[in-house]
């Protein structure tokens, strides 16, 4: 036996302390990979300042099915652009 030529409880620490550090970077990477895949749907959604152009969509919309007429259409997008 050879006695003494261990490293002892400083190698277990140095071990745990690097395999923390292995699976929080796999974490990361698995993390990264996923935010960079799902970065391509990103750009369908509609940025914050569209949010008046989808409120003039939807009402160009219900008067194209007729549930407004022209005077209500022109009323609420008179006030839509108003509010710009």
Do not use: C, Q
């Not at 509609?46 to 007729?66: H, I, K, T, W, Y």
Request: no cysteine; glycine share 14%; hydrophobic share 50%.
């Amino acid at each position: 036996m050879m006695w003494g030529w261990d490293w002892g409880w400083g190698a277990w620490l140095a071990m745990s302390v690097l395999m923390v550090l292995f699976w929080g970077l796999v974490i990361a990477g698995v993390v990264a990979l996923v935010r960079y895949a799902g970065a391509g749907h990103t750009a369908a959604r509609p940025d914050a300042g569209s949010g008046r152009a989808d409120a003039e969509n939807v009402l160009a919309e219900r008067f194209a099915r007729g549930e407004i007429d022209e005077d209500e259409y022109k009323r609420r997008s008179d006030l839509l652009r108003a509010g710009r």
